[in-house]
């Protein structure tokens, strides 16, 4: 049980605070998921960053700059957010959990579903930490020790994304989550979570960075994309569907997304 | 610590640790509104708070993020005796069922409301997505919004949108405000959490991981000797007495199989030790020093497990007969182990502990083989089911203490009675010592027909003297409640070149799990409530209910309903496609009829065998047909859009009012000294309004005003006997139990004020409002009354009702669905679904409409989202709402409709018959013959998936 609830006014005071409570500390945003049964914490010491003022949302040339602490509904009630982002926002079903949940938050908690993660990759995202400064999120995802996000900048709002979550009911466990961008160059981004092996019981979304590189049809990219994902069989389904829905999904997003670039 | 806030615009400091979790701080603080349905999962919301202007779930909070804010709970709505626009519309459109998230609803819709004064359906589904409904079904709440935004614009407006029925009657027919909404939608302390004092004592529960084990080594010193540990109950020290966990009219037709503690575990979550202790706390810290060791055994998880010739026994105990032992008795117990727990029966039912079965039944009319032979065209199909959760909100709970030498128990029940019976019987001590009082209960769809926490906490209470609450978990109410059985259904029919049946045979297989509650007459209810919908001269049924290592099933709604039905339906339907007939006119040629005798319930009974073939005394079937046919458009164009193929199904249903000649309902009425009336009903409301319906009925017969009839209800000391809320029968039984008392008092009235008219007795009426009308004058109740209780009066008049029957009352209707399946995904989304249902006269319309959603709600989840799944040791792996696929308002049809087509029945109440049950059993064959319909491919098991429907097209 927390014991002990800071709230520093500034980076550096939380930085200290960590440093001398880090064994049994932990960065505390809105609490949705530290707080919740299934991945309540265990440490006793929470850094709150409510008064860090990494609330705004702002334009700067093409580039969205979103404070860690901005609630996942204000993202999606923004007008600046890319369309990909609010649909991904959506995926979170409850609206008071949305309410909560801090966009830094479902970047930087170790979830089992990890719903913003796919679009964000695909919008090729970078985050800016208190301790290593920028980096792209794949990088940020991989570390062992994810640090203190102070934003998530997207770099080209105006990048055509699309993202689709397939679940067994509307407010039920994520099967297959899909997200899918590309420039008016012809490049693609495709990410997809729920069909990778899970490292320690949460998720990483994978990217298929091979199939992007390619030009095929869309019934060599359905194809293409099922052989290249490795996904496990559980309560949401079995090897080959979820193999072959991602390949539907892929293609379907692909083939939309070139649908809008034309239309740009 | 202490931490500042704002409270509903009161400064308020709030004694507490940094880390409490908001949820129970502000239960305990007083405020009943923020309940706790999911234990911090975030999923069912009825926890929610508005916290600086945002709405967020107060389990997902602690005490430390609140230092400064600025909260609302929902008792801010309204004023003292006065609704908000919201809350007024809530009950005016005739929602609050259960109402156990009611008040955070409300919460919900007026903020809502706050910031969008006009919210289109997008706008309000997206509000309620953090909200479960399991009793309402989300639909109604469309209407609440309309008709809270139009009264914002004029608070004068009104509009029913409900029909009415019966101009004949005042009361009957007519919609009402349930008498309890009120209370509920602004969270007064109603239910059983409400009740229990802060000093009181909490039992946890120790389980069983594994789904088959002995226990070989228990050790409770450590755990018993833990500072605030009140005592540990075991196998050891617990009642050695067998006892079945299905609250029915005894003599049970179940086998009396459990111990309150068994030192063989029979399934995960099953009872290790119970620890009752000063604090939720101490209690789980204890349950960490229990020693534990198990001697794992094979489990046995499916019906084809069970049957196995080497399946391991799962009940090997002694069994004993009270009346009807087999001659082989001895033999049946040459290897019995009397640590396995005794297995009583009642009465023969079938039973065969070791081959594993629990119960087991054949029936049959006619000539099987004549009508196969006489078919132009048989098939045969095996269909299944699975096992399904009831998900009341409100999980289960009671509340025990002392009262001198009494037990008092506040229960969240449906079956106050046999409570109390059968905790009297486990204690050991007479049911005069025992007091159950039913609060009111946050949904129980079945599930809390069961005897499930009140054995131990009762005892736990007698034993230490000490107030002892039992809580379930979320959790516990996946593993450790009873769910719908799961059934596989293989079904034969013959069937001439017209489309006539000629032949049905049913063989109905159930996995009742590790006790046999309600294990024969769940599975009979398969065939008697689907057979008689298409009557056929040549039938013939087998009923088999094996025991498993699975999780606990026991009473669902539907009962065995929603089994039979799906087999049955399904048959039907793919003999049409075999006939190359409409399925609609498949069902048109061979369904029952108004007034037809059904022989196959002659041979199938609960327990006891009716005395004769019952009638369709009313049925509406045919009106129903035509206007289902019209509102889904059936012979109109199916126009497919890209991927999307659109398919329409349809499945007639019944059910029954009751069991006859088991039942029984008994209430009684007093008038008080001005001339109104306290009725004391024996029903148990679980929130379907029956106390409602009570006040209805008697207000009808009296010609008073219903505000001027008070209803107290399921309450053992102080209401008569009624075999509590089950079997559909609440509106029938108990409602002419209260008609009967009524009719009696009516008597009385006219008697006592023929005599102060000096009129002959037979020269006078009741007239409305509350006066006994002479030829030459009349007379108020109030004088009567007052008269009555005089030194030269006549006493208070009292008046006494039972009910008791012969006859059945069979609500019939029919699910039309229409679905759109993609072809290329799988994909299922339920466009529309029509239920249209005959409850005779609906005494309640906006209630019985509210009925319907809620139950077609929790038939689609069955049919398409829910499911207890299994990992291959029989460990179960859906364990919250999530996982398991609770559906939520994303999940209800695009259009949902819910109709009442009357008819006139004789045996129930002002022609009143049951609407509860009879909603959820038509949705999954309705829906899985429209997948047929839309994309070619039958799935012939629940529930239905996007997987299943590429599996059927051959893309996987």
Do not use: E, R, T, Y
């Given at each position: 049980m927390i014991e002990h609830f800071f709230k520093p006014s500034n980076t550096d005071q939380a930085l200290n605070l960590m440093k001398e409570h880090a064994a049994n500390a932990t960065w505390f945003a809105g609490g949705s998921k530290l707080n919740a049964r299934p991945s309540l914490t265990k440490k006793t010491v929470a850094i709150s960053l409510h008064n860090l003022a990494l609330e705004t949302i702002e334009l700067r040339g093409n580039s969205l700059y979103i404070g860690a602490m901005c609630r996942v509904q204000s993202v999606l009630e923004n007008e600046l957010t890319p369309y990909g982002l609010k649909q991904a926002a959506q995926f979170i079903y409850s609206k008071h959990v949305r309410n909560q949940a801090t966009i830094g938050g479902e970047i930087a908690a170790f979830q089992e579903e990890a719903l913003l993660l796919p679009v964000l990759i695909a919008l090729k995202t970078r985050i800016v930490t208190a301790e290593a400064g920028e980096m792209g999120i794949e990088d940020y995802l991989e570390s062992d020790s994810r640090g203190l996000i102070l934003q998530v900048v997207i770099p080209d709002v105006n990048l055509v994304c699309l993202a689709y979550n397939m679940t067994r009911s509307a407010a039920g466990l994520s099967i297959i989550n899909v997200a899918v961008s590309l420039d008016q160059a012809g490049e693609s981004v495709i990410a997809i979570d729920g069909v990778s092996p899970r490292r320690a019981g949460y998720s990483i979304p994978v990217r298929l960075r091979d199939i992007e590189a390619q030009k095929l049809t869309e019934e060599q990219l359905e194809k293409a994309v099922a052989n290249s994902v490795f996904p496990e069989a559980d309560i949401r389904g079995s090897v080959d569907y979820k193999q072959y829905i991602s390949g539907i999904l892929v293609t379907d997003l692909l083939a939309e997304c070139k649908r809008l670039v034309k239309e740009a | 610590m202490s931490i500042n806030l704002t409270i509903n615009d009161r400064q308020q400091e709030l004694v507490c640790r940094l880390g409490d979790n908001v949820q129970t701080l502000l239960h305990k603080a007083g405020f009943h509104s923020v309940r706790n349905s999911d234990d911090g999962f975030g999923f069912a919301g009825s926890d929610v708070i508005l916290v600086d202007g945002r709405l967020l779930n107060a389990s997902l909070l602690i005490a430390a993020q609140l230092e400064g804010t600025k909260i609302y709970t929902a008792e801010s709505l309204g004023k003292w005796n006065q609704l908000n626009h919201v809350q007024q519309a809530m009950i005016d459109v005739g929602v609050v069922q259960s109402g156990y998230n009611d008040p955070a609803m409300a919460l919900i819709l007026t903020e809502l409301l706050k910031h969008n004064p006009n919210p289109n359906r997008d706008e309000i589904d997206d509000a309620l997505t953090g909200i479960f409904s399991r009793d309402a079904g989300y639909q109604q709440y469309y209407e609440v919004i309309e008709l809270a935004v139009n009264r914002l614009k004029n608070p004068e407006h009104d509009k029913q949108y409900a029909p009415e029925f019966r101009d004949d009657l005042t009361f009957i027919g007519k919609n009402t405000p349930k008498l309890d909404s009120a209370k509920m939608v602004q969270a007064k302390p109603c239910y059983v959490e409400d009740r229990i004092p802060a000093d009181a004592c909490v039992i946890k529960m120790l389980r069983s991981p594994h789904p088959h084990a002995w226990l070989t080594h228990l050790d409770v010193t450590k755990a018993e000797a833990l500072e605030g540990v009140v005592t540990v109950i075991t196998y050891k020290n617990c009642p050695d007495i067998a006892y079945t966990p299905g609250g029915q009219t005894a003599p049970e037709p179940s086998p009396l199989d459990r111990r309150m503690f068994c030192q063989k575990l029979r399934h995960v979550g099953d009872r290790v030790a119970a620890v009752v202790a000063e604090s939720v706390e101490i209690a789980e810290q204890a349950l960490k020093l229990i020693e534990v060791k198990y001697d794992v055994l094979k489990p046995v998880i499916s019906i084809d497990d069970a049957r196995a010739a080497d399946a391991p026994i799962i009940h090997n105990g002694p069994i004993e007969y009270?009346?009807?032992?087999?001659?082989?008795l001895d033999e049946q117990n040459?290897?019995?182990?009397?640590r396995d727990g005794k297995v009583i029966l009642n009465f023969p039912i079938g039973c065969f502990p070791r081959k594993n079965i629990a119960a087991s039944i054949r029936g049959h009319i006619g000539d099987i083989n004549k009508g196969f032979n006489e078919a132009d065209h048989v098939i045969e199909r095996t269909y299944e089911s699975k096992q399904v959760q009831q998900l009341p909100t409100e999980t289960h709970i009671c509340y025990s203490y002392m009262d001198g030498d009494r037990l008092v128990m506040h229960d969240s029940t449906q079956v106050p009675w046999h409570v109390r019976r059968q905790v009297a019987n486990i204690i050991g001590i007479k049911q005069n010592k025992v007091h159950i009082v039913k609060e009111r209960?946050?949904?129980?769809?079945?599930?809390?027909?069961?005897?499930?926490l009140q054995d131990v906490c009762g005892w736990a209470t007698w034993i230490t003297g000490r107030g002892v609450y039992f809580h379930y978990t979320r959790e516990e109410e996946f593993i450790a409640n009873s769910t719908r059985h799961v059934a596989k259904v293989h079904v034969k029919i013959g069937a001439k070149k017209d489309g006539t049946l000629t032949a049905i045979d049913m063989d109905f297989l159930a996995n009742t799990g590790p006790y046999g509650n309600h294990a024969l007459t769940v599975p009979c209810n398969g065939p008697a409530l689907s057979l008689p919908l298409y009557p056929c001269d040549n039938v013939d049924f087998r009923v088999t209910t094996y025991y498993s290592n699975i999780c606990p099933t026991g009473a669902y709604q539907g009962y065995g309903a929603p089994k039979g039905n799906f087999a049955l339906t399904m048959a039907m339907a793919e003999m049409a496609e075999v006939l190359g007939i409409d399925h609609l006119e498949m069902v048109e040629i061979n369904r029952v009829r108004e007034g037809q005798e059904l022989k196959i319930l002659g041979a199938i009974g609960e327990g006891k065998m009716p005395a004769t073939a019952p009638r369709a005394m009313s049925c509406a079937l045919e009106p129903i047909l035509k206007q289902g046919r019209e509102l889904i458009n059936w012979d109109g164009e199916k126009k497919a859009d890209g991927d999307w193929r659109i398919g329409r199904g349809v499945a007639i249903i019944q059910q029954k009012s009751g069991i006859p000649d088991i039942d029984q309902a008994n209430c009684s009425i007093k008038m008080a000294s001005d001339g109104t009336f306290i009725v004391h009903s024996g029903g148990a409301d679980i929130g379907t309004g029956l106390d409602t319906v009570v006040a209805k009925l008697t207000a009808e017969v009296l010609r008073c005003p219903i505000d001027e009839i008070t209803i107290h209800s399921g309450d053992t000391d102080h209401t008569p006997f009624d075999k509590g809320a089950y079997a559909s029968s609440g509106t029938c039984f108990s409602g002419n139990a209260a008609k009967i008392a009524a009719e009696a008092m009516r008597t009385k009235i006219l008697t006592c004020g023929a005599e102060m008219l000096e009129e002959a007795v037979e020269d006078v009426v009741l007239a409305a409002p509350g006066v006994v009308k002479g030829k030459q004058g009349e007379v108020s109740y109030f004088d009567i009354a007052r008269r009555a209780e005089s030194g030269t009066g006549w006493g208070q008049l009292m008046a006494n009702g039972c009910y008791t029957t012969s006859l059945f009352a069979f609500p019939y209707g029919a699910n039309f669905t229409e679905v759109a399946v993609n072809v290329r995904t799988g994909e299922i989304k339920l466009e529309k679904f029509h239920a249209l249902l005959d409850c005779g006269t609906p005494i309640n319309p906006n209630l019985a409409l509210g009925q319907i959603y809620g139950a077609s709600l929790r038939a689609i989840g069955h049919s398409l989202t829910e499911e207890l799944i299994y990992d291959e040791n029989g460990i179960p792996l859906t364990r919250d709402l999530k996982s398991y696929g609770a559906p939520m308002i994303g999940d209800i049809p695009k259009e949902f409709k819910a109709v009442l087509v009357p008819s006139d029945d004789k045996v129930g109440p002002y022609g009143a018959k049951s609407i509860s049950e009879i909603g959820v059993n038509g949705a999954a064959p309705a829906i899985a013959s429209a997948i047929h319909d839309a994309c070619g491919v039958w799935i012939r098991d629940w529930h239905f998936t996007p997987e299943k429907v590429l599996e059927g097209l051959n893309k996987l």
């Open positions: - | 009270i009346v009807g032992a087999p001659d082989d040459k290897n019995a182990d009397i209960v946050g949904g129980g769809f079945g599930s809390k027909q069961d005897i499930l």
